[in-house]
């Protein structure tokens, strides 16, 4: 599996995949204290992306994304 190396790049195509099909869609945070990486990782079994960082500036980028992603799965899809 490979990585995104953009966070912009790996935010757009998260949302993408997450809205064309919601209920295939995974959203996985994995956060490893000894070796002080992130790893986020979203997928629908077909299309997997991922984005790795040791940047403590990136939680807020985190933190923005996630807010998004709820806001997507708490809203009813006409």
Known sequence: MTFITSWEEFAKAAERLYQADPVKCR??????????????????DQVCLQYRTEHAQDVKKLEKLNSL?????????A
């Open 69 to 77: 992603m709820m806001r997507l799965m708490a809203t009813k899809q």
């Open 27 to 44: 959203f996985v945070v994995k956060y490893r204290h000894c070796d002080g990486k992130l790893v986020l990782k979203v997928t629908d």
